[in-house]
């Protein structure tokens, strides 16, 4: 069976810190979370009564994975799929599918 943590540790290393560039559809992100996600299944992290590219730049590597467990692996219930590589690029490919739409 496929283990979250595993997948877990790349995702943060492939995906760093934050990032806002123009050409990236994404817009505002941080260990791969993009704002629309954070404004959808987060909160306001400062306080200010938004939720902006502020409260993304305040993003912890645990609220990170709480989004990347909550909205993809347990989506594909990757948990139950035997081989641990190919829950990856599943969930790998939903988490970019996000940004297309």
Known sequence: MAKFENFAGKLLRL???????PLDRGGPTKYGVILTVWQEHGHDKDGDGDIDAEDIKKL???DAKYIAKKIFWDYFLAD?????SLAEFIVDWGITQVVRQ
């Open 15 to 21: 995906e760093g810190g934050y990032v806002n560039h």
């Open 60 to 62: 912890s590597e645990g």
């Open 80 to 84: 139950l799929i035997l081989n641990q």
